[in-house]
Antibody, heavy 117, light 110 residues
Framework: EVQLVESGGGLVQPGGSLRLSCAVS????????MSWVRQAPGKGLEWVAK????????YYVDSVKGRFTISRDNAKNSLSLQMDNLRAEDTALYYC??????????WGQGVLVTVSS | QSALTQPPSASGSPGQSVTISCTGP?????????VSWYQQYPGKAPKLIIY???KRPSGVPDRFSGSKSGNTASLTVSGLQADDEADYYC??????????FGGGTKLTVL
């Protein structure tokens, strides 16, 4: 059974930082792209970032470029998202998801990030 | 990176069919052959129900079908059932290799 479990969310002030983690099991983690997708309260889905299997290639939505960094540890089947200089508009439920040819087959349960003073 | 365009709502009675459209807004976000559709219940993670325009993952009923014409993809739900009431999102890849979602469609079963 494929499982993705996110952690690390919480309340942070504008300009602050958070690091999200996603533990993956039951899936060929090291052979696949991984992504973060977020959903602001009451809003739709927004793809945020993805990383290729060996970690050498990363891709971001324009609104987070230069502030967010996606990384992975294939030895630990773990995905991370370092979020710096957070803004109110980054408030959302963040999902990690497996990505195969631009589709997201498996999703975590999501972790909430709230940016507020 | 502009979102794909979906109608905000759709509805149908049990047993009927309903079709939800998904349109690429510009040449940078053409609807490709990598269109996917997701079903999301309130408080739950999205679930992949269609990928590569027409393919269904294992376990997804064949009442769900996908198609594409020009720059518009469509999801058709046939034989509507009460538990089809959910939000539906399309997605596609962009010219730069990223992914963009539609704004979502709330499907109501009357």
């Amino acid at each position: 059974e494929v499982q993705l479990v996110e952690s690390g969310g919480g309340l942070v002030q504008p300009g602050g930082s958070l690091r999200l983690s996603c533990a993956v099991s039951g899936f060929g983690f090291s052979h696949n792209f991984m992504s973060w997708v977020r959903q602001a309260p009451g809003k739709g889905l927004e793809w945020v970032a993805k990383i290729n299997p060996d970690g050498s290639g990363t891709y971001y939505v324009d609104s987070v470029k230069g502030r967010f960094t996606i990384s992975r540890d294939n030895a630990k089947n773990s995905l991370s998202l370092q979020m710096d200089n957070l803004r109110a508009e980054d408030t959302a439920l963040y999902y990690c998801a497996t990505e195969i040819w631009f589709r997201f087959d498996f999703w975590g349960q999501g972790v909430l990030v709230t940016v507020s003073s | 990176q502009s979102a794909l365009t979906q109608p905000p709502s759709a509805s149908g009675s049990p047993g009927q069919s309903v079709t939800i459209s998904c349109t690429g807004p510009s040449s940078d976000v053409d609807i490709s052959d990598y269109v996917s559709w997701y079903q999301q219940y309130p408080g739950k993670a999205p679930k992949l129900i269609i990928y590569e325009v027409t393919k269904r993952p294992s376990g997804v009923p064949d009442r769900f079908s996908g198609s594409k014409s020009g720059n518009t993809a469509s999801l058709t739900v046939s034989g509507l059932q009460a538990d089809d009431e959910a939000d539906y999102y399309c997605s596609s890849n962009t010219a730069s290799g990223n992914v963009v979602f539609g704004g979502g469609t709330k499907l109501t079963v009357l």
